[in-house]
Nanobody, 126 residues
Framework: QVRLVESGGGSVQAGGSLTLSCAAF?????????MMWYRQAPGKEREFVSR???????TYAESVKGRFTASRGNAKNSIILQMNSLKSEDTAMYYC???????????????????WGQGTQVTISS
C-alpha cells in the first residue's frame, strides 16, 4: 500500500509563505497517482485544497486560487505546495493524499480511493 509523508508545516504570520512537500513511498514502479492536498481546521470538515493529475494539470479550491501553487516534486508521485499570502483562515492540518490515476492498473489501488499522509500543521498568526 502506498505511503505518503508530508513536511514543511509550521507557524508564520499573516501575509507570509510556507512550502509543503509530500512524497509517496512503497508503491509499484508502474503506479501513477493524482496527488492532492486537503486541510482540516478544528471543528471543521476536511476540505479540498488542490489536485495535480498525472499530466501535471492542477486544480485549486477557490479559497486558495492565486495564492497557492502546486507543482511536481523531483520524485515520481511527489508534490510541492507553495503557499503565499497566507491568511488566518489557512490555519489547519494539511494532509496529502494520493489517488490512483484513471489509467493506473488496479494493483495500484482502488479507483477513487484516497491514500492519506499523517498531516502537517500550518498555523497563521495575525
Amino acid at each position: 500500500q502506498v505511503r505518503l509523508v508530508e513536511s514543511g508545516g509550521g507557524s508564520v504570520q499573516a501575509g507570509g509563505s510556507l512550502t509543503l512537500s509530500c512524497a509517496a513511498f512503497e508503491y509499484d514502479y508502474y503506479c501513477n497517482y493524482d496527488m492532492m492536498w486537503y486541510r482540516q481546521a478544528p471543528g471543521k470538515e476536511r476540505e479540498f485544497v488542490s489536485r495535480m493529475d498525472n499530466d501535471d494539470k492542477t486544480t485549486y479550491a477557490e479559497s486558495v486560487k492565486g495564492r497557492f501553487t502546486a507543482s511536481r516534486g523531483n520524485a515520481k508521485n511527489s508534490i510541492i505546495l507553495q503557499m503565499n499570502s497566507l491568511k488566518s483562515e489557512d490555519t489547519a492540518m494539511y494532509y496529502c493524499a494520493a489517488v490512483p490515476s484513471p489509467s493506473a492498473p488496479i494493483s495500484c489501488g482502488t479507483s477513487g480511493e484516497h491514500y492519506w499522509g499523517q498531516g502537517t500543521q500550518v498555523t497563521i498568526s495575525s
